[in-house]
C-alpha cells in the first residue's frame, strides 16, 4: 500500500484550501513560526489532466452525507514532497475543541455504543497523526536537527501514547479503515479500468489475501451492532464528521492542515461506506457513488495508520527507544 500511495498521483495529490478562515475559536491571523509548517501546490502542469477532469466532474456531495472535502482548484498538494511530520506547531488547542465540543460527551453515552465508538475512531486518527509526529520527532533527533532540541524521545512518546487507551483506539480505527477498503474493493477495481498510474499495483494490493481475514471486520460489526440497539440518532455522527473537516481550518500549520484534512476525509468516507446513513449497515449505492478524492483520502489514511501500527509495535515490541 504505501508503495502505491508513494507513486500513483491519483493518490498523492489534493486540492486543499489553505485560506479557509477558522469558524470555531478565536484567532490572530499568524502563521506557524517554523518554516516546516508551509507546504506550497505543485506546478498546475505536473497535475495530470485526468485528475483535473475528473474532480471537476465529481464535485458533488449529499448535503446529509458523512464526508466534506474542499472543492477543487488549481492548486493541488502533492503528499509525497510534504510528508506528514513534526513542525513544532501546537494543535493542542484545536484538539482540545475536537475531543470536548466535536466528540460525544461521557455522560451521554453507555458501555456499548456506537456514541463511544466514534469517539473511539476520533481518538485513533488522533494516535495515528501522534505516531507520524514521533517517527518524525526520532528522526530528526537522530540527524541532530536544531527544531527538536530538549525534546527527549521517550518523554514525547509517553506523552503522546502514554495510555492503554491511546493505543488501543489506533488498532481499532485501523480496522475500520481496513474493512472500508475491503468494502470497497469492487468500486476500486472500477476505476482501475482507467488503466490511471498506479492500477496495477492497486489490482495487486486488493487481490492480497488479507482482505479476507475475518478480524477485519470486528470494528465496524461492533459499530454497527451498537447502532441497531439506540434510538434514531446516528445523524448527529454524519452531522460530526462534517464538522471535523470544518475545525481543521482552525490549524494555523499548513502542512498540518494538509494532512489532517486528508485524514479526517479518509475517516468519514470509512463510515460512510462501512454504517450508511442509518448506521446499520453497508450501502452499496453509497459506495458506488464514491469519489476520486475520497478513495484517495480512504486509502491515504489506512497507509497512515497502518505505518502508525508498524511503528508503536517496534518501538513497544523491538524496544526501539531512542534517547533525547
Request: glycine fraction near 8%; proline fraction near 3%; charged fraction near 30%.
Amino acid at each position: 500500500l504505501n508503495s502505491l500511495l508513494s507513486s500513483s498521483p491519483n493518490f498523492r495529490l489534493y486540492s486543499i484550501d489553505m485560506l479557509a478562515s477558522c469558524e470555531y475559536l478565536p484567532q490572530e491571523l499568524t502563521e506557524c513560526v517554523s518554516e516546516s509548517c508551509e507546504v506550497y501546490p505543485i506546478d498546475e502542469d505536473s497535475v495530470p489532466p485526468e485528475v483535473i477532469k475528473v474532480d471537476s466532474r465529481q464535485y458533488e456531495f449529499d448535503l446529509d452525507g458523512w464526508a466534506r472535502w474542499d472543492m477543487p482548484t488549481e492548486d493541488y498538494y502533492d503528499t509525497q514532497d510534504v510528508p506528514e511530520s513534526f513542525t513544532g506547531y501546537d494543535g493542542s488547542v484545536v484538539w482540545k475543541f475536537i475531543h470536548e465540543k466535536i466528540a460525544f460527551k461521557p455522560s451521554t453515552f453507555v458501555c456499548g455504543s456506537w456514541r463511544r465508538d466514534f469517539n473511539n475512531a476520533i481518538s485513533g486518527l488522533h494516535s495515528s497523526i501522534s505516531c507520524h509526529i514521533l517517527m518524525s520527532i526520532e528522526e530528526k533527533l537522530e540527524d541532530g536537527e536544531g527544531d527538536v532540541d530538549g525534546l527527549v524521545f521517550r518523554e514525547e512518546f509517553d506523552r503522546r501514547l502514554g495510555t492503554k487507551e491511546h493505543v488501543e483506539n489506533l488498532y481499532f480505527t485501523y480496522l475500520l479503515l481496513l474493512g472500508a477498503v475491503r468494502e470497497a474493493r469492487h468500486r476500486l477495481l472500477e476505476d482501475c479500468d482507467s488503466n490511471f498510474d498506479g492500477a496495477e499495483d492497486l489490482k495487486h494490493l486488493l487481490s492480497q489475501p488479507i482482505w479476507d481475514e475475518s478480524v477485519i471486520d470486528c470494528a465496524a460489526e461492533q459499530m454497527r451492532k451498537h447502532g441497531t440497539k439506540e434510538d434514531d440518532t446516528f445523524w448527529k455522527a454524519r452531522m460530526r464528521t462534517r464538522e471535523l473537516m470544518r475545525i481543521m481550518n482552525c490549524v494555523q500549520c499548513n502542512k498540518c492542515r494538509l494532512h489532517g484534512k486528508i485524514g479526517v476525509l479518509g475517516l468519514s468516507t470509512a463510515l460512510q461506506i462501512l454504517l450508511g446513513k442509518s448506521g446499520t449497515g453497508v450501502d452499496r449505492q453509497v459506495i458506488s457513488k464514491l469519489h476520486r478524492v475520497e478513495l484517495a483520502a480512504l486509502l491515504t489514511t489506512t497507509g497512515k495508520l497502518g505505518r502508525a501500527v508498524m511503528f508503536y509495535e517496534d518501538r513497544i515490541k523491538g524496544g526501539g527507544m531512542g534517547g533525547g
